[in-house]
């Protein structure tokens, strides 16, 4: 059993493995779902210096917790579901709910009104169906700020959206009219969460 650190850690070692730098370890991803067998990440991750008392179950733990679901276990095969900076992997185009939400920061949302929403280093950009995993993405790059995109504009606009599973859509970019600062129920943008320990 993995304490929250040693899992934050491993977490950080298979994000880098399965969205980052695969060919550095070793690991060779399916050019259609970017998976590969559990046991030759396990197996890449034990031949990292001080991490060859991983086992399985510590992987599985790591895809069970992660608070904003990176893994996926299927068939005896693991993949990151999103965020890979290498080799494009092939989603299928999806119908989003009418709205998605994006997390971002206060410094960025100039240009992102001004230009739409880039991929930046990523393939993607990551869009979801509630704004609690767009507060867990935005919070760590600064001052939240959520925007609210307007899927059926976009669509019109020739946006294709894809499906990466659990709440998470993926789009190439967005143009800047499909995007508004979304104001919670509250009246208050949503950056309250700073201030909670």
């Known amino acids: 059993m993995l ?10 070692w298979m994000s880098k ?12 991803l399916d050019p259609e779902d970017g998976s590969c067998p559990v046991s030759l990440l396990l197996e890449a991750v034990q031949n990292q210096p001080n991490w060859s008392w ?7 733990q790591v895809v069970r917790n992660s608070d904003k679901q990176r893994f996926e ?27 998605l939400y ?12 001004k230009e739409g929403l880039s991929p930046m280093n ?9 704004t609690h995993f767009a507060t867990l993405a935005g919070s760590r790059r600064g001052e939240l700020v959520i925007l609210k995109v307007d ?11 894809y499906y990466a599973g659990n709440e998470v859509w993926l789009a190439d970019g967005m143009p800047s009219s499909c ?5 919670s129920q509250e009246g208050e943008q949503s950056n309250h969460e700073q201030s909670n320990h």
């Open 179 to 183: 995007c508004t600062v979304w104001i």
């Open 3 to 12: 304490n929250q650190t040693m899992e934050k850690n491993l977490s950080k």
């Open 17 to 28: 493995m399965l969205r980052h730098t695969p060919e550095e370890y070793g690991i060779v």
């Open 102 to 113: 994006h997390g971002t920061n206060k410094k960025a949302l100039p240009s992102i009104l």
């Open 73 to 99: 276990i299927a068939h005896d095969r693991i993949k990151a579901r999103y965020g890979h900076s290498h080799d494009k992997i092939q989603y299928s185009p999806g119908e989003p709910p009418a709205v």
């Open 122 to 130: 990523r393939q993607y950009v990551h869009l979801s169906e509630g």
């Open 151 to 161: 899927t059926i504009e976009a669509k019109q606009l020739g946006v294709t959206f």
């Open 54 to 60: 991983v086992k399985r179950e510590d992987i599985e």
